[in-house]
């Protein structure tokens, strides 16, 4: 079975500040992962996603993440915040052959000025 | 168009109403699913379709009855809800319902149960 858990429930930064968002995986064949953010009273929307065939991947509004397999993480960053980066974010992983994405429990992201 | 649209946007209802919920998505995708979304807290699966055929029923109770009239629109029935069941219901299509694809998600019906 996979599952994924978001470290840090809350994370603050100020703008222009560095954003690191992390998240850890479990999977006992290759997975999918995929980071959506979630404006308030929005759906998601996807940002990137790991289908391997490059660990390091980018997204929009200048978010990546990095694949590490040694690490079972597949955290999300950003070098610059800005203060329309303040949303939910859902760390999600299937697996190859599965019918079903499990979602984090979220990091709430907020940014100072 | 890579929209997901969904109606109403806030829906208020009693216990013994019947009610429906709309969503609908013109992107040619084969899979459709509903989630329920309590706050602060991640989606949770409900149902998938797949080609207009329903894939995955999550031990949703019966109250809650989805519908796939056609490849571009997918509802949910609402019928004898309880307070609890009060959330943010969001609907999302994929490509196809292999999970290396991308789901699109539609913004959402606030549904208030009094």
Redesign the interface.
Known sequence: AQSVTQLGSHVSVSEGALVLLRCNYSSSVPP?L?W?VQYP??????LL?Y?SAATLVKGINGFEAEFKKSETSFHLTKPSAHMSDAAEY?CAV???G????I????TRLFVKA | DTE?T?TPKHLVMGMTNKKSLKCEQHMGHRAMYWYKQKA????E?MF?YSYEKL??NESVPSRFSPECPNSSLLNLHLHALQPEDSALY?C?SSQE????Y???????T?LTVT
Not at chain 1, 98 to 101: A, L, M, S
Not at chain 2, 97 to 100: G, T
Not at chain 2, 102 to 108: A, D, L, N, R, T
């Open positions: 999918y995929f959506y009273n929005q759906g998601l929307q996807l996603k289908t859902f299937s697996r190859t599965g019918f079903k994405t979602f984090g429990a979220g | 997901v969904q602060k807290k991640p989606p699966l998938v894939s995955i969001l999302a319902v292999q999970v290396s991308e789901q699109y998600f539609g913004p959402g606030r």
